[in-house]
Nanobody
């Protein structure tokens, strides 16, 4: 059974940083393209960062490019999202999942983790 556990969220001031982690079990992570999604209230989940199986290909939308970095450690079955220079609009819950391509708007697995809340506030 696939399990995805996100962690690392918290409350930070604008301009602050957080590092999110996604621990995967029940799958061989190196076989999966992975992505981080965010879900703003009343909206569908949005892909904010994608990474290929070995990390050689990455996707970051313009809204986070230069501020967010996605990485992975297949030996630890973990995917990371380094978030720098956070803005108020980055406030939401972040999730990870397997995807078909780094730019995919939908996830491979129907089951999601609990997500991790990021709150950017003064």
């Amino acid at each position: 059974q696939v399990q995805l556990v996100e962690s690392g969220g918290g409350v930070v001031q604008p301009g602050g940083s957080l590092r999110l982690s996604c621990a995967a079990s029940g799958l061989i992570l190196r076989d999966h393209i992975m992505a981080w999604f965010r879900r703003a209230p009343g909206k569908e989940r949005e892909n904010v960062a994608g990474i290929s199986e070995t990390g050689g290909i990455k996707y970051l939308p313009n809204s986070v490019k230069g501020r967010f970095t996605i990485s992975r450690d297949n030996a630890k079955n973990t995917v990371y999202l380094q978030m720098n220079n956070l803005k108020n609009e980055n406030t939401t819950v972040y999730y990870c999942n397997s995807v078909e391509s780094v730019r995919s708007k939908t996830a491979r697995f129907e089951t999601w983790g609990q997500g991790t809340q990021v709150t950017v506030s003064t």
